[in-house]
């Protein structure tokens, strides 16, 4: 059964992750106690509908008690405090967190906490660019991995509960150490911004013609530069442990490349096999359902700039019977044109092709 | 007056982007004449419409004398040696090739060729992942950048001629130098695919837990890595003189970068200064029309996996009266499941967001 049945969560800080746990859990019929430091954020939260405010604590009348779980919603630093707190003052009789570094937050549990099993750390993979309790969404966690990250001390009871809020919100539980957690996000999400960022830094200084022919792979390389350096100076010092060492091995790679580069008839073999890496690495990116990924082949299509073009496109391909598995779109300098790259498997391409032309559009390479 | 009005462009060497210039160039009523080594390819570019198999050289009948442009597509290092025959040999009065580097040509030519004023090396910035004549399309360098290098040297006539060419196939002409030209695909497109290659290749060894936690962010900055090792080693060789520096920057940051991360306190500002750098560059990148980078906002729509979907969405914001200025397609792991990312000007975003949702759309963060 339901291990949060007719229980209670309490959702501490109401910000948008918090929030977003309160609306999911809510909708999902879980009563829902929030709480936050500031008195008008709480307001809104449970404006929006994201469950009521704890009671006061203590008594055991209808809707007291401890709640079954506290999902602390803080900044990494505050979590340990705020757990040991919740679970001290008999607010909740678990805790979970859902900082974006796990280390920190269980080390400090482990340090300050009196029964620190009762805390496991977790981490749901998703977020907003905007935050407050209005950006917050009932489905910000759907079809999201959401880690959980127990250790050899933590009670069986603190992950079920976990887990069984991770599921109500939709997301796709995953469990792991806390290391393997912060060195699976620092490969996957913290290396790849500093990539996309040193790359970005290279334009700031160049030339407009330079800039001028950039194309669509610049583009995609360095998309993720546009993050905001405050928020990413700090992830990268939460990390910084875990993520040195990626970038210790992309130096050394950069390293053999350059001086492959200095000796083109001896330094090709060297080329070769980094790039050989390459095709390798991108192949293990989950593709499609969580597959293995997929190379699809690509149909390019030239669309003016009028809305509703994309309409059109997409329902003449719609009309083809062929899937679009993936669509970029890219725009020519100089030009009130856009190139929309559609992704189908191959098989499919001439078929999509073909039905295209017939309806009048002009296709690209 | 056109330049090439009533006169014959010889094109050598019918592959992909050969072929491409023939059938541009013949679309536009220029007289195109098709040379190859291979004959089975020579004939299928005369197939596809591409232009007319050259004539034997020599005489002055209807359609004989030199050509007033060659262009020269054969790989970089076969270059000079072809301009230097066609030119001496009185096949074309003018020449250029289309190889996608520009000093190792050009040297070479001056080196070789007798009067080598007669040439100009140009790059049109486009090209597919498939090639030979069968690939070409008449449209392949509509709106795309074509670059033109004279020097000092250059008859004017020759660079006339090249961008006559550009201007018939609907490229957008630019002019520089063969070193800048260089230096520039070197930034915004030879190192952006080694920092993509490197990247992925972290990922390549890597367990299966930290690949599963893989999104959106970076799939995008290692896409090119998927390029063919083969290809990218000949034009990393032969660019290698103007890659070198370009990467010594990223190098020198990377090093600052992981001093910062040692000293998470005093590093701080190291730190923020690189991300503000990346997002300096990042500003920088053409946006639509050539214009600065705009930033858009993102509505995120979950859609299922019908074909069709894409369509209902598309025509669903479209009737919004919005302009869907960008698309990304995400698949949740695990799910069958796709989060379509529609970017919008911002202040368009309510409007769109509240048609979709009007029209039973699920809209995600």
Redesign the interface.
Known sequence: MDPLEGRSVLVVGTG?VGT?VGLALTRAGVDVRLADAKPEILAEAVRLGAGRAEPEPGGDGAGRGPAALAVVAVPPEAVAAVVGEVLESGRAAYATDVASVKVLPTTQVRERVTDPGRYVGSHP?????ISGPN???A??F????W?ICPDDGTHQQAVTRALAVARLVGA?P?T?TAA?HD???A???H??????????????G??G???????P???????????D??L??EI??AN?AA??P??????T???R??TA??S?VT??PV??E?????????????????AAHT?FV?VIV?VD????Q??????????A?????????E??????????ELDVRPGAEQELAASLRERGW????
């Open positions: 948008l977003s993979m998703a977020g907003r660019e950006a917050a969404l489905d910000l759907e079809g999201r991995p880690v796709v995953m792991m393997e060195a699976a996000v490969l996957v999400s290396a790849p911004h500093v990539v996309a960022a040193l790359m970005a830094g290279r334009l700031a160049a030339p013609h330079e800039v001028r022919l950039a194309g792979g610049v583009t995609d390389v360095t998309r993720i530069a546009s993050g350096p405050e990413w100076t990268l010092t910084a993520v040195r990626v970038l210790e091995g992309l130096r790679d950069l390293d490349l350059m580069l200095e083109p330094g090709q080329l070769r980094l790039l050989r890496g390459g095709n390798d690495g991108r192949s293990r990116l989950p593709g499609k359902h969580g190379e690509t030239a700039d009028r809305p509703g994309l309409a059109r496109l997409f329902a003449d391909a719609g009309a019977g062929v899937n679009v598995e993936d669509v970029r779109i725009h020519a300098p100089g030009q009130p044109l856009g190139l929309v002009t296709l690209r390479g």
